[in-house]
């Protein structure tokens, strides 16, 4: 049955939307700290293999599941699976975008805070000083209303763009935004460069250091190779439903792993020459960002353009990350209960505000979960990180083996494509193997994360590596 379902204007707008997608703020601070402590360009190359082992053929099943049924999650299995229990898959994915989004949003205000302080030099005070830089932060953090305020402006301009559509909401700021992530990028990576030491940035994430690579190095890799493209949430299935035949899903799903990992090592470098440079500590993890960069842009020439630059770009990353999460919610509403975009948009661009503001509030005196001996924010962000994406990417390669079957699957990767005359053959038992190795490399993270949990340890250490 045809629909009236929104379409991309242009192969170019859906890459970068979908790259959008991949591209959060994971990839400006997690992926070049993982890299710097584990290996270097060492671990980059594990996390490339581990990119087209696990991360390409599932970003693939995505996008061709989301292209052939023209629908969100849920209805995308239901259709394929001929009403079977394997929609819940796809609940589970509208699920995982909800609680996602739901802390992401916190992180997304924090972003914004962070470029308006940078803006009106508010960065100055902090010169040279991490205690009073962490201070400030954990200070904002916990307030009450401040970060909530923050949340609610980010949590607006999601909503704003994704009311008005796929083709002028969510392409057309794609369109804009991306491009700004690579200049900006760029200009940082040039002004890191050309500062005294910052080549000593290059050799932190780039030589090879082999003798860094340990199991625990190699699981990282897997770990976020699978999660920074945006799998196992819906996201990539809901994007591929605004897809028409004409589409090369191959190259398209190329590009979009290509940019991700490009704008990672522009982030790492940018991040570490200018680290390097100012002699600060490369090793601070998640508060090298909120505690340690705004210690140090104030003693750069033009360090209050620097700051708002960087921490702007940090505001586009989640922003293109989150309008893509809350597209899967937006999208089931509309095609599973014939909502209105707005509507849709609007009533669960609430309801994700309203627990997010339960989330920023667990940093300080409110934390819903305190009986956990977890905050809100980690208890959602280990919920969805740990278990439902991991779990989700798992279930969709069992699908496409067990129940899609692997041939319709190729056959859906190969619409669009002008070279036909391919062994088709090889083709197929290529793409069962790397969903058989993707779905049960998945399995082991998953694993890995209830041993530690239920255990206190994980598998690695019980086995003794």
Partial sequence: ??????QWGSR?????????????????????????QNGGAAFTIVYLICILIVGLPILLGELSIGRRTQLSPVGAFNRLSGS?????????????AFVILSFYGVVGGWTLKYTIFSLTGGFDSLSGSPELSGQVFSSFI???FQPIIWQIV??????????????????????????????????????????????KGLEFLFKPKFS??????????????????????????????????KQNLMNSAIWIILLDTFIAMLAGTAIFTIVFAMGADPSSGAGLIF???????????????????????????????????????????????????????????????LVGI???????????????????????????????????????AVFIINKWSVNTFLDEILTGVQEKHLNRGLLINVLKVLLVVSSLIVGLIILNELSDLLFGSSLQKMVGL
């Fill in 291 to 353: 505690v340690v960069l705004p210690t140090i842009f104030p003693q750069i020439g033009g360090g209050i353009i620097w700051g708002t630059l960087f921490f702007f770009i940090l505001f586009m990353a989640a922003l293109t990350s989150a309008i893509s999460i809350l597209e899967v919610i937006t999208a089931y509403f509309i095609d599973q209960k014939g909502w209105s975009r707005f509507k849709a948009t609007f009533l669960f661009g609430g309801v994700i505000t």
């Fill in 154 to 199: 980010f949590m607006a301009f999601c909503i704003g763009i994704i009311i008005k559509g796929v083709k002028s909401g969510i392409e057309e700021g794609a369109k804009i935004m991306m491009p700004l992530i690579l200049i900006i990028l760029g200009f940082l990576v040039v002004k890191g460069l050309s500062l005294e030491g910052g080549r």
């Fill in 84 to 96: 079977s229990n394997w929609k819940w898959v796809g609940y589970l994915g509208v699920g995982s």
């Fill in 212 to 245: 860094d690579l340990n199991p625990s190095s190699i699981v990282l890799a897997l770990g976020h190779a699978f999660f920074t493209l945006s799998l196992g949430m819906g996201t990539m299935i809901t994007y591929g439903s605004y897809l028409n035949k």
């Fill in 142 to 144: 916990e307030s009450s």
């Fill in 1 to 6: 049955m045809k629909n009236n379902r929104e």
């Fill in 358 to 396: 339960f989330c920023s509030l667990s940093l300080g005196n409110l934390n819903v979960t305190a009986f956990l001996n977890i905050t809100f924010f980690d208890f959602l962000d280990e919920l969805s990180s740990k278990y439902m994406l991991p779990i989700g990417g798992a279930l969709t």
């Fill in 12 to 36: 170019l707008g859906f890459i970068l939307a979908a790259s959008g997608s991949a591209v959060g703020l994971g990839n400006i601070w997690k992926f070049p700290h993982m890299a710097g």
